[in-house]
C-alpha cells in the first residue's frame, strides 16, 4: 500500500533527524509520570512508539503522492522564526506529540505536502517567540493561515478537512455523520480512562476496560472496512496516535494486551501496522 499519511520521519524513515535526539518526546500527557519501577522498559517502549509513528499511516491507501518528506529541525529557543504571516500556511508541531501527530496525519493524508509547510517545535527548549508572535497558548499543535493562528487538534483537523482540498475524511452519510461526532468527542475521556489507569499502581481499572469495550463496540458498528466508520476517517485519525501508545504501555507497564478478546480492535491495529509494508 502507499505509505502515506503517517508522518513520516526523514532518514532513516523511523528515527527523525528533525527532533532533538537528547530531549525526550511528550509522547503521553504532561501529567502522566511513568511509575519510577517501569522507567526503563518504558524508555525502551517509547522508542518504540516512535517506529510506531509511521504505522499510523495508515490503514487505507493514501490518494495523494507517497513520497518521503524531509524535516526540518526542530526549532528551539536559539532559532530565528520562520517569516510570519506572510502568507505561507504553516502547521507547527513537535514531531512526536500524538496530539500533533492528528494534524499531520490530516495534512499528509490529504496530499497538502505542498500545501501547508511544517514547522517543528522543540517542547522542550520552546522558542520565546512562539508564543509571543504565534500561538499564545504556547502549545501544539497549531496552523497559521490567512493570516490567522488556530489551536486544538481536534478542531484542526475539521478546519483542514473543510477548507483544503484533497479526499474528504468525513462521509455524506447522516448516520455515520452523527457518529463521528459522538466518537470524536469521546476522545479525551477515552483517553483520560487509560492515562489513570497507566498510572495507578493498581491493576488495569474497570474504567480502562469500559472504556477499551466501548471501542470494541463502536469499531463493530459498520462492516464495511476496519475503520470507525468503515472507511477511513477524521475519527481513526483521533484515535490512532494514541491507541497505539497504549497498546505498547498497557504490555509493558500493565502486562495487558488491549486486543485480547477484542477482535475489531486487533484488527484496527493490525491494518494500521501493516499499511506501509
Not at 502549545?139 to 488556530?150: F, G, M, T, Y
Amino acid at each position: 500500500m502507499n505509505s502515506l499519511a503517517f508522518p513520516r520521519y526523514s532518514s532513516p524513515v523511523t528515527r527523525s533527524s528533525s527532533s532533538s535526539p537528547t530531549s525526550p518526546p511528550p509522547v503521553l500527557s504532561a501529567h502522566i509520570k511513568v511509575p519510577p519501577i517501569s522507567r526503563r522498559a518504558a524508555s525502551r517502549h517509547l522508542r518504540v512508539a516512535k517506529n510506531l509513528s509511521r504505522t499510523v499511516a495508515m490503514a487505507a491507501v493514501a490518494p495523494a503522492s507517497s513520497a518521503k518528506e524531509v524535516l526540518p529541525p526542530s526549532l528551539t529557543s536559539s532559532s530565528e522564526p520562520p517569516p510570519l504571516f506572510d502568507g505561507t500556511t504553516r502547521l507547527y508541531v513537535a514531531y512526536h506529540c500524538p496530539y500533533a501527530q492528528r494534524t499531520w496525519i490530516t495534512r499528509n493524508y490529504k496530499g497538502l505536502q505542498d500545501k501547508i509547510k511544517i514547522v517543528g517545535i522543540d517542547l522542550a527548549d520552546r522558542p520565546a517567540w512562539y508564543k509571543e508572535k504565534v500561538y499564545p497558548e504556547n502549545k501544539v499543535p497549531s496552523l497559521e493561515h490567512n493570516n490567522q493562528v488556530k489551536g486544538e487538534s481536534l478542531d484542526l483537523v475539521k478546519y483542514i478537512d473543510t477548507n483544503f482540498e484533497g479526499v474528504a475524511l468525513l462521509p455524506d452519510d447522516s448516520e455515520k455523520k452523527q457518529f463521528a461526532e459522538e466518537l470524536i468527542t469521546y476522545t479525551d475521556a477515552f483517553n483520560q480512562a487509560l492515562y489513570s489507569s497507566i498510572v495507578s499502581k493498581e491493576d488495569v481499572s474497570a474504567e480502562a476496560v469500559a472504556a477499551l469495550d466501548k471501542i470494541e463496540a463502536d469499531l463493530a458498528k459498520f462492516n464495511d472496512g476496519p475503520f470507525f466508520l468503515g472507511q477511513f476517517s477524521l475519527v481513526d485519525i483521533a484515535y490512532v496516535p494514541f491507541i497505539e501508545r497504549f497498546q505498547i504501555f498497557f504490555s509493558d507497564i500493565k502486562k495487558y494486551d488491549i486486543t485480547k478478546g477484542r477482535p475489531y480492535l486487533q484488527k484496527f491495529i493490525e491494518v494500521i501496522q501493516n499499511d506501509d509494508k
